[in-house]
């Protein structure tokens, strides 16, 4: 059984949830404030530790409260913290989220995570069969270390591009899994895509950053998921639940898909898996708090009708 390393953010979420979101230059009143663990790193390997797989995050936080009650919360999930430093030269990651309709707006300061360097990523022996994650909330000279270092290993790399920002061709062919929702894709592939719902569009879009043997894997949100696996396309079905709060959906996402991967599932099974976690998420608040455990996936995956699994 593989295991999971994830290169990646810490961050504590403030989250102020009101009725709607305010336009710019606008005020609205808000009806609550309240402190989340969250980061996408952190979130991806909450995820991945609480669906069974043994998950060790490598970041940085600051010698701050913050820092301390992360590390705590952490811990609590299974999250191996061995590899996460703590740094007096900056704060810890903070993002300010606004959540409101279901749907967020954050700003992410990143404080520590901006420190998370080459030499950090080297620190674990990695090996055959583990699993490589990182997203864009670290640097990607750090990213690129890790990948180079994980594909030397063994270990297969996911990449999760998001926030979304432009990388050189030198990560992209580092990465064997790329994992990423719409808009990154449409920003990556230089396509208009948003809420677009055409399957054709998405899969010329997602073939350009596929090269010859990359599978890219685009998140749908309520639609679901689709896959690029050796250029032929794989529909994952939505599900039908009431969201409150997609803020850390993906990172469910991602990290669900990691521990399956981990275990040796089939990538059919790990995407039907992944989409089934990321939807029990969507009904929580909150990032990291809202991964399901093993046992919360398994029993939705129990009463879903054989015809909707991918
Ligand atoms: O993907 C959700 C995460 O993005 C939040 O937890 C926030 O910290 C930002 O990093």
Not at 162 to 172: H, N, T, V
Not at 175 to 187: A, K, P, Q, S, Y
Not at 220 to 240: D, T
Request: hydrophobic share 45%; glycine share 10%; aromatic share 4%.
């Amino acid at each position: 059984m593989g295991r999971v390393f994830v290169a990646g953010s810490i961050n504590m979420d403030v989250v102020a949830t009101a009725e709607r979101h305010p336009r710019v230059g606008e005020t609205v009143a808000g009806s609550a404030v309240l402190y989340f663990p969250g980061g996408k790193g952190a979130n991806q390997a909450v995820a991945a530790a609480k669906l069974g797989a043994a998950t060790a995050l490598i970041g940085r936080l600051g010698k701050d409260a913050f820092g301390q009650e992360l590390r705590t919360f952490l811990a609590a999930q299974g999250v191996d913290l061995r590899f996460v430093k703590d740094t007096s030269e900056a704060h810890t990651g903070t993002a300010i989220i606004t959540v409101a309709d279901a749907d967020n707006t954050i700003v992410v300061v990143p404080g520590a995570n901006a420190m998370v360097s080459p030499e950090d990523v080297a620190a674990p022996a990695l090996t055959k069969g583990d699993i490589a994650v990182s997203q864009f909330e670290v640097p990607q000279a750090t990213i690129t270390a890790f990948f180079k270092y994980a594909r030397a290993a063994g270990a297969t790399t996911i990449l999760n591009p998001a926030p979304a920002r432009k990388f050189d061709s030198e990560l992209l062919d580092l990465v064997d899994i790329l994992i990423l929702n719409e808009t990154e894709l449409g920003f990556l592939s230089g396509r208009k895509l948003r809420d677009s719902g055409n399957r054709d569009r998405l899969i010329d879009a997602a073939r350009s950053l596929a090269g010859r043997d990359r599978i890219v894997c685009v998140t749908l949100g309520k639609r679901g998921a689709l896959a690029l696996v050796g250029g032929e396309p794989l529909m994952v079905p939505g599900r039908e639940v009431k969201a409150i709060d997609t803020t850390g959906a993906g990172d469910c996402f991602v990290g669900a898909l990691a521990s399956r991967l981990a275990r040796g599932s089939s990538l059919r099974d790990a995407l039907g898996y992944a989409n089934a976690a990321a939807s029990i998420c969507v009904q929580r608040l909150g990032a990291a708090p809202s991964m399901p455990t093993a046992a919360e996936v398994k029993d939705v995956l129990a009463n879903e009708p054989t015809s909707t699994r991918p």
